[in-house]
């Protein structure tokens, strides 16, 4: 296929109540706001309140025109718009050759007709997506309701992380490309059967131009380059179904868990990389009064549970790949930037390989955002890094009525299944975010029943039948929002979450948390600060220490709530680590909130391995320059507190205290090997460490389990009970202590070497969180160091640091 490309500068026009307003020069791919940002908008719209100096846009109506030479008119040529964001009609040399009205999928058009020798002109009328529908019907909706009815990211509309900015725009590539004689679709690449000895693939394809009879030649080349299989095939067919059997198959595993060998398939002088690997998720019921059973019954009688939880068969939900089960570690994924079009390669493989870093195994391409442009698959194949993936729907009730709804979604559904289906890193399809949470298998109708059953899981069985398709996220049991069956969101229970805070001294706050585990959690949410050399980026040091009125502004707020997110951050922190001193101490209380949240619920799902078999946290990645709210890492793709937290929980081997009538001592292993370790017993008290007594303990493979218990008459009231537990293999710290966690500046760590790549510290007394912070990845932070304690942590700067400062700062527990 011949290209024309037609990216670069365009001509760009604003009207203003269907009047000419302003020229304007635009890039292509890109949108309107970053067309205008230094001209009609702030240079930084994200600086401080600069967002609400764009809210204009959304009301005018845009035009983009370029012209472009042919030498001779192409024969068979299709104009092709990989992204159109959204309301446009195009026109080719003053002929209306297509209107649009989703920004999901591709477009093209037939257009040898209208092309001529010569200058040749392409004009896209963009309309106001929000005037467009201003007179639809209000419906029941998360933020706005108007986003339901446009087919386009719907979080940029405004969403509690991220500020409003509609715009307009051709948001990815346009070329015109020629279709000349027999080819072949995208082909359907999958595993039949596979194991360490061989392994049966399977390719599947519609065929183009395929009347007079065409040879096409199939070759598959393993991950080394070697070609491993070879064949000529003819046909006059619109399909085919080839099988194909190799020796000695590389499986493909999440990390972790092996490696990620990714073969290539060539046909029509095109390539296809795959991974050779199978996925089930395993959902076997629980045996009436087995332990599971009985767990499920407590998570019923829970307030959550009385709300969410009517099922009476529990079940357990656990992927295996390529047989293994694999304990599921991840986050959720959200569009990397406000604005499509200034998503990178760059930054996605920053963000990504910063999550393979911290133990990520699996990600959930969330619903509110957009199918992510390939480089994001094929970086998560090469990582290692699962994927689940929501459809584009998300906390709403769509208009699932209207036939052209139900049209576009069968349209996003093809487009994504041809785009995706062979990614070996994506293991499940949801339908959308939310919408079904209080939908059940056997009712007879709720939200979201319709569109999957008429749009997506049709077009599914046909295009991608080898893989999982969920209706939801939540989904499972009754109603899909409960805890005992398949997967579940925590952010559902967040509404018994905020009265806790705020009515609560939160003294059992580990104790509220330990109570709800859940078979698969696809969200949990946590809360926290930004890094300083962040925060610095769009606030003033006035506004971090001193004021509250960006912090409220950068942490967005739910509209349906009484309360701002941010004074619930602001209240969860000060009940759970003590009031604040000044606004230093603010600041780091903040972020180290969310890195005792994490602690605490990870440690309770790792304890609960078997029970619970994944933990997937709300959010890694940030939209837009957040102060404070869910993400791991922040816009600038600097680690949060939480990153750090993450990373220690998603260690192989953890160790973890759980205070029952007993400290009992978890040893938490998702390794392939078991253990023999000591543990080393102190306690906190008065500043002072005081040895109780050592024990040496083992662990078996894959299994988290109570290794050894300590009487609680072993630490007197009011003390901090730590637990080493040390191998040749392995070094890790826990601790426990009753009620809450205040914590207080104290003297920092002695830096003892510091080079460009690594600083050593060591602590003269016990410090409960050492903090390093600039613009540099840790491989540790927050830690804690014991007396005369010394640690060399490695670092390296960020891909876009602006400064090599690092401060060190000690914080204690009272």
Not at 110 to 135: C, D, M, Q, W
Not at 208 to 218: H, L, R, S
Not at 679 to 699: F, M, P
Request: aromatic share 14%; with cysteine.
């Amino acid at each position: 296929m011949k290209l024309i490309d037609l990216n670069g500068k365009w001509n760009g026009q604003c009207y203003r109540d269907g009047k000419h307003d302003f020229s304007f020069t635009g890039t292509v791919p890109g949108c309107v706001h970053t067309d205008l940002m230094g001209s009609r908008i702030p240079e930084d719209i994200y600086y401080r309140d600069n967002a609400d100096k764009c809210q204009w846009i959304e009301d005018c109506d845009w035009k983009y025109e370029r012209s472009f030479a042919l030498d001779e008119i192409p024969q068979n040529a299709f104009l092709v718009f990989e992204g159109l964001d959204t309301y446009a009609d195009i026109y080719l040399n003053g002929t209306l050759i297509g209107k649009t009205q989703n920004m999901f999928i591709r477009h093209e058009f037939p257009a040898s007709e209208l092309l001529k020798i010569g200058e040749n002109t392409l004009s896209v009328y963009f309309r106001s997506p929000v005037r467009e529908v201003e007179n639809e019907p209000e419906r029941p909706a998360a933020f706005t309701y108007e986003r339901l009815y446009t087919r386009r990211v719907q979080c940029t509309y405004g969403w509690d992380w991220v500020a409003r900015f509609v715009t307009c725009g051709i948001w990815r590539d346009v070329y015109i490309e020629t279709n000349d004689g027999f080819d072949v679709k995208k082909p359907y690449i999958y595993t039949e059967a596979a194991n360490e000895n061989w392994a049966q693939i399977v390719v599947e394809a519609e065929t183009v131009n395929y009347e007079n009879g065409a040879y096409y030649d199939i070759a598959v080349k393993d991950p080394s380059g070697k070609t491993v299989y070879e064949h000529r095939f003819y046909t006059k067919e619109p399909s085919f179904k080839h099988y194909i059997n190799i020796r000695n198959a590389k499986l493909w595993y999440p990390h972790g868990y092996g490696k990620q060998p990714i073969y290539t398939l060539s046909i029509c002088g095109k390539e296809y990389k795959f991974g050779i690997r199978t996925a089930v998720i395993e959902e076997l019921p629980d045996d009436v009064g087995s332990p599971y059973y009985e767990k499920c019954l407590e998570i019923k009688e829970t307030e959550s549970g009385r709300e969410y939880d009517k099922t009476e068969n529990f079940s357990g939900f656990r992927l295996l790949i390529n047989g293994t089960p694999i304990m599921c570690k991840g986050a959720n994924w959200v569009p990397s930037e406000p604005f499509p079009s200034l998503e990178n390669d760059e930054k996605i493989t920053t963000l990504l390989s910063l999550a393979r870093e911290a133990g990520v195994n699996i990600l959930r391409v969330w619903g509110g955002g957009i199918f992510e442009k390939q480089h994001f698959y094929n970086e998560c194949d090469r990582l290692g890094i699962l994927l689940s993936q929501d459809f584009l729907m998300a906390c709403g009730h769509y208009p699932e009525q209207n036939e052209s709804f139900i049209s576009h979604v069968r349209s996003e559904t093809e487009f994504a299944a041809y785009e995706l289906r062979n990614h070996p890193a994506l293991v499940w399809w949801s339908g959308d975010n939310e919408n079904a949470a209080f939908g059940y298998d056997d009712a007879e109708d709720y939200r979201g029943r319709t569109v999957v059953h008429k749009a997506i899981m049709p077009i599914l069985n046909k295009l991608d039948p080898r893989r999982r398709y969920l209706l939801s996220s939540p989904y499972g049991g009754n109603v899909y929002a409960c805890r005992t069956a398949g997967t579940t969101h925590n952010t559902q229970s967040l509404g018994f979450t905020f009265p806790y805070v705020f009515d609560t001294d939160m003294t059992d706050y580990k104790e509220y948390f330990n109570s709800m585990p859940a078979r698969f959690m696809a969200e949990e949410p946590t809360m926290g600060a930004t890094s300083l050399p962040s925060l610095r980026k769009f606030m003033t040091e006035s506004d971090i220490y001193d004021e509250s009125e960006m912090w409220e502004y950068h942490t967005k707020p739910n509209p349906s709530l009484p309360f701002t997110l941010f004074e619930f951050l602001n209240t969860f922190t000060y009940k759970v680590l003590g009031e604040y001193k000044d606004g230093f101490d603010r600041l780091f209380k903040l972020k180290y909130a969310q890195y005792e949240w994490v602690r605490v619920t990870f440690e309770n799902a790792r304890r609960n391995r078997g029970f619970m078999n994944g933990m997937i946290y709300w959010m890694w990645n940030d939209c837009w320059p957040a102060s404070s709210g869910w993400s791991f890492v922040d816009y600038y793709c600097l680690p949060k507190a939480s990153f750090y937290s993450f990373k220690r929980c998603a260690s192989e081997l953890v160790v973890s205290v759980n205070k029952t009538n007993k400290y009992d001592i978890y040893l938490c292993n998702d390794g392939f090997d078991g253990h023999t370790a000591e543990l080393s017993l102190s306690y906190l008290k008065d500043g002072k460490v005081v040895h109780i007594e050592n024990a040496t303990v083992s662990i078996g493979a894959e299994i988290s389990e109570c290794v050894y218990s300590l009487s609680l008459n072993a630490v007197p009231d009011g003390a901090m009970l730590i637990c080493d537990a040390i191998s040749d293999k392995f070094r890790a710290r826990a601790f426990c202590k009753d009620g809450n966690l205040p914590i207080f500046p104290c003297s920092a760590p002695e830096i003892v070497a510091q080079s460009e790549n690594s600083i050593t510290l060591t602590a003269k007394e016990y410090i409960h969180a050492v903090e390093l912070e600039g613009e540099y990845i840790f491989d540790d932070n927050y830690f804690s160091l014991m007396p005369n304690e010394t640690r060399t942590v490695k670092l390296r700067p960020t891909e876009n640091a602006e400064t090599k400062e690092i401060t060190v700062a000690g914080y204690t527990v009272e």
